[in-house]
């Protein structure tokens, strides 16, 4: 489905409560707090064993997309600390910033973009409405980190506040060791560190989280072109992993917000439960980094066409969105407590994920674990199938209940090896989304499955 096609209508008691993804993720073990043992850190977390698998899929996809489908684009991979000078060139020292009023009631902390004009024109608390302070604080968000062991000549540097400023710093030795001709794209997904004043949310506002850029690099005169190809392209991307379409809007920057070098932006947003939300924004940046840069380092940072020789800074089109909320996003968006239809008990909660996506791709379920012709053939399946994704073998309790455990973490499929296998050599291929079964011959299965959960 693209862009443009008819959607769904917006169902708002459908929307998932964040609690039950942060409870899921723990008791599944896709994402913990992280020093849980001593309290945890506010805004930091770590992945576990299926938090892992699933992110690594989400950003193999989104580099398979973006690097390998386009013959244009080339991925880095930068360093988290950079020259300090980086920080002052980009105008992050001086502007990145969070401006903050406290309720004087309830003590709660608001960040003056993120209250209701109402609530910041009165100086009304949106929680108790109680009075809220007048003058806000302002707080720079960047991390700051100190490199070398003496005292003296310990040099102050931030961790990066966002992972794109390695690719321009890179661009130059891109552009001289790749033989890549304007226009071209550099992409790289990187941690990125902010001092967030108001970390909340659990995955969608973090102190340490991944941010995926890609930023190409046109000749002024293509820039409208290169900035709507890229808009459309970014959005399609996000539409082919969630189910609910019609969670997914475009949000154009008005002029408030609207750098002074950008002609347009837009934010790529997702409905959640805390109303919408940006997943990504797609920035008009014009030469405003290479300028920065070539001005701040003195090094000259323009391009010169191999045909007509002319000289220029080339203008840039950013799309810029996050692994960790792409993450939650898709928790939430795939996230259903079924009731059982005949009412005994057999509820389940199911996670439908894309299947390139999920975690575990199949599971192989013998259907005695105690019978030895059926442990056999089933262990050697399994041994065969994890070749070629990730699979689980489980044979504690009923079929049931392994189906609903699989159901809960989101594998599209499992696989039940019964006594009919020994007879046919065939086996059930069961259906996460439909709970349809079918039966595939053992030398079949292999790539069927592989077929389903493999992106192309
Ligand atoms: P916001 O206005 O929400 O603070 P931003 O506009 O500063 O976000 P960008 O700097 O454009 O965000 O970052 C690009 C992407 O990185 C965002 O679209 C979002 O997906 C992700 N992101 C930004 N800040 C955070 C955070 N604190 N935790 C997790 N993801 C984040």
Request: aromatic share 12%; charged share 30%.
């Amino acid at each position: 489905m693209t862009q443009t096609e008819e959607r769904a209508e917006l169902n708002e008691s459908e929307l998932v409560p964040i609690e039950k993804i942060v409870s899921l993720c723990k008791r599944r073990g896709f994402v913990y707090p992280n020093s849980e043992i001593y309290g945890g850190v506010a805004g930091i977390y770590d992945f576990g064993p299926l938090g892992v698998e699933m992110r690594n899929n989400i950003r193999r996809y989104w580099w398979w997309s973006m690097v390998q489908l386009h013959d244009n684009v080339v991925g880095i991979e930068g360093a988290n600390i950079t020259h300090p000078r980086v920080w002052e060139a980009s105008g992050h020292v001086e502007n990145f910033v969070d401006r903050l009023v406290e309720c004087k009631k309830c003590k709660r902390r608001f960040r003056i973009d993120h209250l209701p004009p109402e609530n910041l024109e009165k100086h009304v608390c949106p929680v108790c409405g109680g009075e809220l302070t007048t003058e806000p604080r302002v707080f720079n968000l960047l991390m700051e980190t100190y490199l070398g062991v003496i005292e003296d000549e310990r040099m102050k540097t931030y961790l990066r506040g966002e992972a794109c400023q390695n690719i321009y710093l890179d661009y130059d030795n891109v552009l001289k060791s790749s033989r890549m001709q304007v226009p071209f794209g550099i992409c790289q997904i990187g941690k990125t560190y902010r001092n967030e004043v108001t970390p909340g949310n659990f995955l969608f506002r973090q102190r340490e989280f991944e941010q995926w850029d890609l930023q190409f690099f046109v000749h002024p005169s293509e820039m409208q072109k290169w900035f709507d190809y890229w808009k459309s392209y970014r959005f399609d991307w996000c539409q082919s992993i969630i189910t609910h379409k019609e969670r997914l809007r475009f949000r154009a920057h008005g002029s408030d917000e609207l750098a002074h070098y950008a002609k347009q932006a837009y934010d790529i947003e997702y409905r959640t439960i805390l109303g919408w939300q940006e997943w990504e924004g797609i920035h008009w940046r014009q030469d405003w980094d290479l300028s920065r840069h070539s001005e701040y380092s003195g090094q000259d940072l323009s391009y010169t066409d191999p045909l007509t020789k002319e000289r220029y800074i080339p203008w840039i089109v950013e799309t810029s969105g996050g692994v960790d909320r792409t993450f939650l996003y898709l928790l939430l968006d795939a996230y259903e407590e079924q009731p059982d239809p005949m009412g005994k008990g057999n509820d389940r909660t199911v996670l439908h994920l894309h299947p390139w996506l999920a975690p575990v791709k199949v599971a192989v379920l013998p259907l005695q674990k105690n019978k030895e012709e059926l442990v056999n053939v089933s262990k050697e399946l399994y041994r065969k199938l994890q070749r070629l994704m990730v699979a689980q073998y489980d044979d504690i309790q009923n079929i049931g209940r392994r189906y609903r455990r699989q159901d809960e973490i989101g594998t599209p499929y499992c696989v039940t090896i019964d006594f009919q296998t020994l007879d046919d050599q065939t086996v059930t291929v069961r259906e996460r989304d439909s709970m349809s079964q079918i039966r595939v011959h053992l030398n079949e299965l292999p790539m069927y499955l592989f077929e389903r959960v493999t992106w192309k």
